[in-house]
């Protein structure tokens, strides 16, 4: 009775067709870029999570007192300038975005390096030495306080003159944190706003400037500054 009985549909049979082959050859490299500009922005974006993850461990070893404070100066620095450089770039930059954005593209969790990259300068400059080598007694070197005066000077002159871009006043004010930092480690008034401006202008382009309304307000923080290091000065 069931052997008569017909199937309602017909099996297919399964014929082999060459098309289905695999045309991929495996032992052949698979290249992400297919040409020279493609292979630079990765090259690009490559070496700045490099950077990021180096720098991490580097800051980490700095707190642990494991590493010179001489060497990290150098190494941040190096590593800050490469970063900057890379992103100097406009293709880079558009594709990397920001620095929160890349590290949750690509998993990274580094908060020291972060800081860092926020500040700009490495915790040498920000902070200064821990050792006062350049100080006889309780008095500071004349020459660093000289020093240091004349570039608060020569940043408040070039502010009245209207230089506010990024690339006058940023290292013109890292050259001022150095300054003090050489001459006293003792906080005094204003010396926070330095760090804090250092981080503004941090997070600028090299041709931008600050509005008329920023530069006023950097002129009057800088000027505080300078009177609260020259009032250090007369309580030493």
Known sequence: MYG???LAYAPTPYVPRSALSATINLDEEVKLATTSSERDLYDSLAEIYSIIITLDALEKGYLKDSIPEGDYTETCSRLLKQYKSN?????????????ESFKREW???CPRA????????????????SQKATQQGDSADATLVVNATENFITLLDAIKIGLVEKDTLHPLLVEIIQAVNKVTDKDFESKGKIVQWLITLNQMRAADKLNDDQAREFQFDMEQAYYGFKGTLKRD
Request: proline residues 6%.
């Open 114 to 129: 972060t800081e860092r990259l926020r500040i700009g300068i490495p915790a040498t400059v920000e902070q200064g030495p």
């Open 87 to 99: 992103l100097a770039d406009e293709t880079v930059a558009k594709a990397f975005g920001d620095l």
């Open 4 to 6: 008569n009985r017909q």
């Open 107 to 109: 998993d990274m969790e």
